[in-house]
């Protein structure tokens, strides 16, 4: 099916969305200035509507009129998980409503309501987001998606008649195996899509079969986004080498999706005609506070999504008027604390293992405060010089009475929703 005709076909069964898409495309359009303006007057009537209409907001906020938007209280994961009926507007068609479920990256479930415009609006971000890599509607996108609930027939990425007509295939991404790495790496090469879509890890174990065998990539990909999971620079350089293209990572989450998307020079735009996106010093660390601007159904208003990272000054060469931000290297509690009462972020342990290549994958599991684990599914066992030497390195930049126990494993376990955690601190 040609792509003129597949696009036309996937507006007609998706009107909404394409109504959407086209609104979107609008507002990045604008100027830096009214891109901003339109962000403030959104945010001012989230707010109201959520003092207004929603049970939680209205005892929160009781007070505070009048009060600066930085001075709001913050809305926390808890918080969301104990009071969520309360969270829900007064004035939402309940025939409508639907309860979405996320893992999240600890693997710790989370609900929140949602109904199909806030779907749609989801899928339409997701397009324009694309869109920046240079794909254009119509032409094929293939996801590698490990949230079992998404890839059956309903889901997010269910399969069926419907991705035919949108030029979408997904593979579910669960269970890897060399049999399966080379059933994925053939599917690309069979049904050459333009994009890939998936999860860091999967993307980047499927990055070192290709290599490993020598499967050359059709030259129909023009790109390849990594979700869901930090994308460490070393994942990065090993997909652009396996895949032949450009690696775009992309942030957000599935109670407040389409919060940041890259373009193709590098840079981490946030959609703040979307997201009202605060860096916040909590704890010691630059954490992300996410406002819904869209989402009046459930507000998210000043969330704590458990996510680090800094927004950024300056303008981009791709002329976006969306702000910048780069992300840090960890959520919230993938922190590693000591007995000196030191916290220390993910990155600290994961340049111990810069250039060893027969490592596949790994993972950091701290146990209590003198004691930490390395989980390694490895092609070989390391040596016993290269074992105390990542002993020495935790006792030089850890802690000196902190010991390593080095576990080897066929597989690690990854949490309910399918995602790899490199680090898991102590909560």
Same mark, same amino acid.
């Given at each position: 099916?040609?792509?003129?005709?597949?696009?036309?076909?996937?507006?007609?069964?998706?009107?909404?969305?394409?109504?959407?898409?086209?609104?979107?495309?609008?507002?990045?359009?604008?100027?830096?200035?009214?891109?901003?303006?339109?962000?403030?007057?959104?945010?001012?009537?989230?707010?109201?509507?959520?003092?207004?209409?929603?049970?939680?907001?209205?005892?929160?906020?009781?007070?505070?009129?009048?009060?600066?938007?930085?001075?709001?209280?913050?809305?926390?994961?808890?918080?969301?998980?104990?009071?969520?009926?309360?969270?829900?507007?007064?004035?939402?068609?309940?025939?409508?409503?639907?309860?979405?479920?996320?893992?999240?990256?600890?693997?710790?479930?989370?609900?929140?309501?949602?109904?199909?415009?806030?779907?749609?609006?989801?899928?339409?971000?997701?397009?324009?987001?694309?869109?920046?890599?240079?794909?254009?509607?119509?032409?094929?996108?293939?996801?590698?998606?490990?949230?079992?609930?998404?890839?059956?027939?309903?889901?997010?990425?269910?399969?069926?008649?419907?991705? +035919? *007509?949108?030029?979408?295939? !997904?593979?579910?991404?669960?269970?890897? #195996?060399?049999?399966? $790495?080379?059933?994925? %790496?053939? @599917?690309?090469?069979?049904?050459?899509?333009?994009?890939?879509?998936?999860?860091?890890?999967?993307?980047?174990?499927?990055?070192?079969?290709?290599?490993?065998?020598?499967?050359?990539?059709?030259?129909? +990909? *023009?790109?390849?986004?990594? !979700?869901?999971?930090?994308?460490?620079? #070393?994942?990065?350089? $090993?997909?652009?080498? %396996?895949? @032949?293209?450009?690696?775009?990572?992309?942030?957000?989450?599935?109670?407040?999706?389409?919060?940041?998307?890259?373009?193709?020079?590098?840079?981490?735009?946030?959609?703040?005609?979307?997201?009202?996106?605060?860096?916040?010093?909590?704890?010691?660390?630059?954490?992300?506070?996410?406002?819904?601007?869209?989402?009046?159904?459930?507000?998210?208003?000043?969330?704590?999504?458990?996510?680090?990272?800094?927004?950024?000054?300056?303008?981009?060469?791709?002329?976006?008027?969306?702000?910048?931000?780069?992300?840090?290297?960890?959520?919230?509690?993938?922190?590693?604390?000591?007995?000196?009462?030191?916290?220390?972020?993910?990155?600290?342990?994961?340049?111990?293992?810069?250039?060893?290549?027969?490592?596949?994958?790994?993972?950091?599991?701290?146990?209590?405060?003198?004691?930490?684990?390395?989980?390694?599914?490895?092609?070989?066992?390391?040596?016993?010089?290269?074992?105390?030497?990542?002993?020495?390195?935790?006792?030089?930049?850890?802690?000196?009475?902190?010991?390593?126990?080095?576990?080897?494993?066929?597989?690690?376990?990854?949490?309910?929703?399918?995602?790899?955690?490199?680090?898991?601190?102590?909560?």
């Amino acid at each position: 099916m040609i792509r003129p005709l597949r696009h036309w076909l996937h507006a007609r069964q998706h009107p909404l969305r394409y109504a959407q898409l086209d609104q979107l495309l609008r507002n990045q359009s604008l100027s830096r200035e009214a891109v901003l303006k339109k962000q403030q007057d959104e945010l001012a009537g989230i707010v109201a509507h959520a003092c207004q209409h929603v049970p939680y907001y209205r005892e929160r906020f009781a007070g505070l009129d009048g009060a600066a938007f930085h001075d709001l209280p913050i809305l926390t994961k808890e918080a969301v998980a104990s009071r969520l009926d309360d969270l829900l507007s007064d004035d939402a068609d309940r025939a409508q409503v639907k309860l979405g479920h996320t893992g999240g990256s600890t693997g710790k479930p989370l609900a929140f309501w949602y109904d199909q415009a806030k779907h749609e609006l989801m899928r339409a971000g997701m397009m324009r987001g694309f869109m920046m890599s240079g794909w254009r509607p119509g032409q094929k996108v293939m996801y590698f998606w490990g949230a079992r609930h998404d890839t059956r027939k309903g889901g997010v990425f269910g399969g069926g008649w419907g991705d +035919l *007509i949108a030029a979408e295939k !997904t593979i579910t991404a669960v269970e890897y #195996s060399e049999a399966k $790495l080379h059933e994925w %790496a053939r @599917a690309i090469q069979t049904w050459r899509p333009t994009l890939l879509y998936g999860y860091a890890s999967a993307m980047s174990e499927l990055a070192r079969y290709i290599l490993a065998s020598r499967m050359p990539m059709p030259d129909s +990909l *023009i790109g390849v986004y990594s !979700t869901a999971e930090m994308l460490a620079d #070393s994942q990065r350089e $090993l997909m652009q080498h %396996a895949y @032949a293209c450009k690696v775009f990572n992309q942030y957000g989450c599935r109670e407040v999706p389409n919060i940041a998307w890259e373009c193709r020079h590098g840079h981490m735009h946030v959609f703040a005609d979307l997201v009202h996106l605060e860096s916040v010093a909590i704890e010691g660390e630059d954490r992300f506070l996410v406002t819904s601007l869209t989402n009046r159904l459930m507000p998210f208003i000043r969330y704590d999504i458990g996510d680090s990272g800094r927004l950024l000054d300056g303008e981009c060469e791709c002329g976006s008027p969306f702000p910048l931000m780069e992300m840090g290297m960890c959520r919230q509690n993938d922190l590693i604390r000591t007995r000196a009462g030191k916290t220390l972020h993910p990155a600290c342990f994961n340049r111990l293992l810069y250039g060893m290549t027969q490592i596949r994958q790994y993972q950091w599991v701290q146990r209590d405060l003198t004691r930490i684990e390395l989980n390694l599914v490895s092609a070989e066992r390391l040596s016993a010089e290269v074992a105390a030497t990542l002993q020495a390195g935790i006792h030089r930049d850890v802690d000196a009475g902190m010991t390593l126990e080095i576990r080897y494993l066929d597989e690690i376990p990854r949490t309910a929703a399918g995602k790899h955690r490199f680090v898991i601190g102590m909560g």
